[in-house]
């Protein structure tokens, strides 16, 4: 009797310790945890299923471009935006993947801007960016498996990426959130670029890299196998700027490319370079630098691409 | 597989849990497998030499025990130990050997010899290697009887917690052990754990942080000068012992959680009083097996006294050769069998001067000065072992007398040696842990048997206490460089 109670004591005990030990770490965690602009997608991964009806994805473009709160207040839809800065194609499918299957969204957009980068990610750091805010489960652990080039382990346990953080704390990181502020994805600075930006001959095209043409056409087949209408789309930047030894006319050749395979797949394709008249687009004053929308600029692309998505859902 | 890697953060809960759940007559199989795999997770191949090594020395272990007559026990032994230093020799010194061939040809200008071959160091193969050849004298000496089980030896030389870096074990202590049956304690769990957590400690928290200093200065020591050099060296000396114990340590907790006492490999070096005391508490497994299958051999010290300085330059020269294949660490070990032979040769002058001063040895300052003296020394030698080569060792001790800087402690030098202000508060905080922990353990306090006593919520705290310590001040994670385990490349 007594042995059987020391043994009830001891397994007691452990499981104390262990419980311990789980509220401890989870809240070193979470006080450790690189609190970036992508939080965001931490937040709406959160939220209750089918909170959304449109989901936006993509790179940064889309992050500053689009707000679903000006989707909210002049359409009434209720969209989230899930795009983290450099957020590959790879990437942006378990992304789209994870919120099709907890919100079910009628429509989802994808912003385009990184199908020019052959590779799966642009830096770790990056796809920590986006696979940090996933919540455990099988989409993370496929994305992880599927994706991650260096340590994976370190995808896993972000404690090992973190912990390091503990020297430069600051009161932001004790304080808990439960709602992302949107304002953090708004740029409030201007550079003033001339209105001289012309579209390149959409009879001009470039092979799509592999790798994002791949992960786009699971995007494109994940959304008519769950009836999920998709909409591939670009940002408004200065697209005849050279970014990253790449050049925006290689870019927008492979938008042009982009635009027959969405034929052939049957998929919208709204290359929002070729509606800046009709955004009624200022260079002058809408760039918070070449490649980002800043305040004024994603005012005007979410109030016009706003419409465009509610005519979609109404029709 | 490192210690400090997830991989083994999962495999050792696995290889344990397994082990108690299996059923006792195949457990040391099961340690087997575990300890092949461990081993062969750095590279499959150098598991065969690890096998040839078990198989030769099995072999030996028991033709010595049949052989009636000792000169055929000696034949034995005498074989088994000439295949097991040549394969360690061709591994580990042959390059050495041969650049050293070559500086001497050149001098000559002679042709030089240019293998065809690159040589790779196998992991552990020091240790493994010295704790099979420990088992055939033991067999010779009739110490322990032969192990007739082949896989059973086995285990004896490849048992994964203490393979690659010690210690080095004593047949009679781990093949006694593999034999008996042993029982899950939660004590053995909670102390090995324990051992193994102040093994992390030691290893993520100091001796990878000291590193950054250490390597930023003996790395640019043309760029340092003075205390920058003395803090690098100080540190060093703390950096290969929380290296290098905290690998003991962690093979002790491995073992002990599974129910196997390992022995003890470091007793608190640095509080000795002399040089011979430090080595009898640094290394222990090392020093006892040179004192046991060398220096007692050779005659020790029952042949004179010219004998027993020259039998100790032996010892210490191939202890220094055994830690690496260049001459720093010939260097390294022949100054600490210097250090001892001048100890013993100026013992009684020592004593005379001091008494006639009136200095009292026996008092608290008096044994600190000869522990600070004794500190002195050793980190004095550690040059040698730290530094690149015999050149680099030169050009920093003469880096170190060639300028006074004080003002390195308060112009903010300090911070630009590879840690800043936090990191370095960390360093000295954790440092005080360790001198107060080595304290305790100095005067025979038993800490895990005091904190055992102590109530659940106090337990629990200094619990919590290291193991966040280690998870959030360690240096680990996707920016640290896998640190090896400094002990691994010997």
């Known amino acids: 009797m007594n042995n059987v109670m020391d043994n009830l004591k001891k397994i007691a005990k452990a499981v104390l310790f262990i419980a311990l030990f789980v509220v401890l770490y989870t809240g070193s965690r979470e006080v450790l945890r690189n609190k970036s602009e992508s939080e965001a997608l931490g937040k709406i991964f959160t939220m209750p299923n089918e909170s959304y009806s449109v989901v936006l994805a993509g790179p940064s473009h889309i992050q500053y471009g689009v707000h679903p709160s000006v989707l909210k207040s002049e359409y009434n839809i209720s969209a989230c935006n899930t795009a983290t800065a450099a957020q590959s194609m790879p990437t942006t499918y378990y992304v789209v993947k994870e919120m099709i299957e907890r919100h079910s969204p009628e429509i989802v957009a994808v912003d385009l801007f990184c199908m020019f980068y052959p590779e799966v990610y642009f830096t770790p750091t990056r796809f920590h960016q986006a696979i940090d805010n996933f919540p455990i489960g099988k989409n993370k652990a496929e994305a992880i498996l599927d994706l991650a080039e260096v340590s994976k382990s370190e995808f896993f346990l972000n404690y090992m990426l973190y912990h390091g953080r503990w020297k430069s704390l600051t009161r932001t990181d004790y304080t808990v959130t439960k709602e992302y502020d949107e304002t953090s994805q708004v740029l409030y600075v201007t550079t003033p670029f001339e209105n001289d930006f012309v579209p390149l001959d959409k009879a001009i095209k470039n092979e799509v890299p592999e790798v994002p043409l791949q992960y786009l056409k699971k995007i494109v087949d994940l959304c008519k196998e769950t009836n999920t209408e998709l909409i591939l789309t670009v940002i408004p930047y200065r697209a005849d700027v050279d970014n990253n030894d790449v050049t925006g006319a290689y870019q927008q050749s492979i938008y042009n490319k982009i635009e027959e395979y969405a034929q052939d797949w049957g998929v919208e394709y709204i290359n929002l370079l070729y509606h800046l008249d009709d955004m009624g687009f200022d260079f002058q004053t809408d760039m918070a630098e070449f490649s980002h929308l800043n305040e004024s600029g994603s005012m005007k692309v979410s109030k016009y691409f706003g419409k465009i998505l509610k005519d979609r859902l109404e029709n | ?490």
Not at chain 2, 125 to 137: D, K, N
Not at chain 2, 180 to 195: C, D, P, Q
Not at chain 2, 299 to 319: I, T
């Open chain 2, 1 to 490: 597989m490192l210690f400090n890697s997830l991989q083994f953060l999962i495999f050792f809960p696995v290889v344990a849990l397994l082990y108690y759940v299996l059923p006792h007559k195949v457990r040391y199989i099961w340690l087997l497998v575990a300890s092949y795999f461990f081993y062969m997770c750095w590279n499959p191949k150098y598991a065969l030499l690890m096998a040839f090594s078990t198989v030769s020395t099995y072999t030996a272990g028991l033709f010595i025990s049949k052989c009636k007559a000792t000169n055929w026990k000696k034949l034995w032994v005498g074989l088994s130990f000439t295949v097991n230093i040549a394969i360690l020799f061709f591994f580990k010194y042959f390059d050495f050997a041969v650049n050293n061939i070559n500086a001497c040809l050149s001098a000559w200008n002679l042709e030089l010899i240019n293998p065809s071959f690159d040589v790779i160091l196998p992991v552990g193969i020091s240790f493994y290697t010295f704790q099979a050849l420990g088992y055939t004298v033991d067999v010779y000496r009739k110490d322990i009887a032969p192990e007739k089980n082949l896989l059973r030896y086995a285990l004896f030389v490849s048992f994964f917690p203490q393979l690659v870096a010690g210690p080095i074990e004593r047949s009679g202590n781990l093949i006694t052990q593999l034999r008996e049956r042993h029982y899950f304690k939660t004590e053995n769990v909670a102390n090995g754990l324990m051992l193994m957590l102040w093994g992390f400690f030691e290893k993520l928290v100091i001796a990878d942080r000291a590193a950054y200093i250490v390597d930023t200065v003996y790395n640019n020591y043309a760029s340092y000068t003075g205390f920058a050099i003395l803090i690098a060296t100080i540190l060093f000396a703390f950096q290969i012992y929380c290296d290098f114990a905290s690998y003991s340590d962690i093979a002790r907790g491995a073992a002990l959680v599974m129910g196997f006492n390992l022995m003890k490999n470091f007793d608190t070096p640095y509080f000795s009083q002399s040089v011979s005391e430090f080595w009898r508490r640094w290394h222990i497994s090392l020093s006892s097996w040179f004192r046991d299958y060398l220096y007692i051999p050779l005659g020790g010290n029952r042949k004179g006294r010219v004998r027993k300085y020259f039998n100790l330059m032996v010892v210490f020269v191939l202890s220094g050769l055994w830690h690496g294949a260049s001459w720093t660490f010939v260097i390294w070990g022949g100054l600490n069998g210097l250090y001892q032979i001048i100890g013993d040769m100026t013992k009684k002058l020592r004593l005379k001067v001091s008494s006639a001063i009136g200095v009292r040895r026996g008092n608290f300052s008096g044994k600190l000065g000869k522990a600070l003296i004794t500190f002195a020394l050793i980190d004095f030698s550690w040059i040698f072992f730290r530094a690149n080569s015999l050149h680099d060792a030169v050009r920093i001790i003469k880096n170190l007398f060639c300028e006074f800087n004080p003002w390195i402690f308060t112009d903010g030098t300090l911070f630009t040696l590879g840690l800043d202000r936090a990191d370095m508060f960390v360093l000295l905080m954790s440092l005080v842990v360790l001198l107060v922990v080595s304290s305790l353990k100095y005067v025979g306090i038993n800490i895990r048997e005091k904190l055992s006593e102590q109530g659940l919520w106090f337990r629990f705290a200094i619990y919590f206490a290291g193991l966040f310590a280690v998870l959030i001040l360690g240096i680990y994670g996707p920016e640290y460089d896998a640190s090896q385990f400094i002990y691994f490349q010997f």
